[in-house]
């Protein structure tokens, strides 16, 4: 999902935003937002309007997850990992394995692919906490897209997380402890637990610490108040090294890394305490983007908002069937109309550029046509109607350009009265004939019209005027009978040049 995303969290008293946008290749993260919930207000919910106004958040591109544990968390293996494929049989193999009735339950899966096949991971909830959820969302005008199970979404995270694989990702705040196991490939397993936090809440009410204000305070608690947290800290130590030990009998491997988030992760030498009971190495977690001190607290919603961005096809979202999403995707036609509508001005401005361009020329092309229009009309006076002057000026210059090129053609050459001379000279004596016309055509051709008394005449003609040797070439064009028995005749002859 391109554009704007939301990954919203709603733990204790607080309520942490994690805003990203996702375009074509990267993700960035816009903003982190913390709020404390105003006193009471219903799960928060009322002051999230007011929140998403005031920062202009999408009010439906949101991931958030449901509060509490899911009735059965299972893993179906399949031979094969095409989704598709296992959406088709996904509900036969759940309903084989279960003891209730999946039509009668919320249930959806997060696909884990494997070298030989794939494990859907399939966390089923009552169907009215779904429906309680969304309607609280809507309620204050938010429509989630999807809607998930939050140790599901911490998988997006396995680049972020450093350490050796397996690792165990332990997410504690007041909806929960979640946990997200990780092997080299990223998230395998999943599992919850909101009694050890019960639990520890009763733990710390006993010794008169409330742990709602504990971020607050925890940059000014004394070493003494930290230890009487952590003294508090058995159950959910407890929960950790049970599903650590739950883990590891399924992997047949040891977990080498715990790594914490969650706002109970700021106490002060949380992690040297749980190092000590678990054997492991713990520590915080740290994601670049949202740096060291706001990792901790903001991870959840970062997790969530990239969770939902890149939610497709065998990811865990409960807005299906009955609670199908069906709102439109605002910020994916916001990223598309945003520059297709900066291309549409810039195709604007083009057209306008040509379009301006193209009449400034036909204002020029028009001042010229008057101006020829003028000229030929000055040139022509006698012409009194010029309907295209460029067209008729072109056809006089064409008529001028032909006799130019005549002239030029015997211009240091012969003249008529020499071609006369030439051939006279170059007829036999004993031949009488008429010229009536001597006609220069292109070049050095010349045309020569007469009559003689025969036919014979007109060959010795031709003979003689070949021998003379004073013209390239000699052709007899036409020949007939002329009146009172005479011959008349046309003889093209191509005069030699003197260059």
Known sequence: MYGRFVGLDISGNYINISLIKRGLRDIQLLQTIRKEISPGSQDGLSSLSEIFSEYSLPKSDIATSLSGDPISVRVIKFPFSDPKKIDQVYGYELESLSTYDPSEKAHSYQ????????????????????????????????DPKVLTYSPVALGVLKDDLEGPRPLLLVNIDDNGISFCLFDANGAIRVRSALKPVTTFHKN???????????????????????????????????????????????????????????????????????????????????IPELGRDN???????YALSLYGA???????????????????????????????????????????????????LKDRAEGLEAQVSSMVKQTFPDVKVIHKPKQFMESE???IREKLSLLQGVEGGSTPLDVLKDISSSLPASIKLTVNQIKFES???????????????????????????????????????????????????VIKSNV
């Open 111 to 142: 696909l884990v692919k494997k070298e030989n096949g794939a494990d859907a991971l399939v966390c089923v909830y009552e169907k009215n906490q779904i429906q309680d959820a969304l309607e609280s969302y809507n309620k204050v005008g938010l």
């Open 204 to 286: 710390l009410n006993d010794k008169e610490i409330e742990f709602s204000n504990l971020s607050k305070t925890l940059k000014h608690i004394s070493t003494e108040e930290s230890g009487q947290i952590i003294d508090c800290m058995s159950p959910l130590v407890s929960e950790i090294k049970k599903t650590i030990q739950f883990f590891e009998i399924e992997l047949k491997e040891r977990i080498k890394t715990v790594q914490l988030s969650g706002e109970i992760s700021l106490v002060p030498n949380i992690c040297e305490k749980f190092t000590d009971e678990l054997k492991r190495d713990v520590k915080k977690i740290y």
């Open 295 to 301: 990792s901790p607290i903001f991870a959840k919603s």
């Open 310 to 360: 890149q939610s497709r096809s065998g990811y865990l979202n409960y807005r299906k069937n009955e609670f199908k999403y069906e709102g439109t995707d605002r910020e994916l036609r916001k990223l598309i109309l945003t520059p297709a509508i900066l291309f549409s001005i810039l195709f604007i401005m083009l057209i306008y550029s040509y379009t301006s361009e193209y009449y400034e």
């Open 397 to 399: 210059v064409s008529k």
């Open 443 to 493: 070049g050095n051709r010349v045309r020569i019209e007469g009559i003689c008394d025969s036919y014979q005449e007109v060959a010795e003609i031709e003979q003689a005027l070949t021998k003379s040797g004073l013209f390239e070439s000699v052709t007899r064009d036409n020949t007939g009978n002329a009146m009172h028995g005479k011959t008349k005749f046309e003889i093209s002859v």
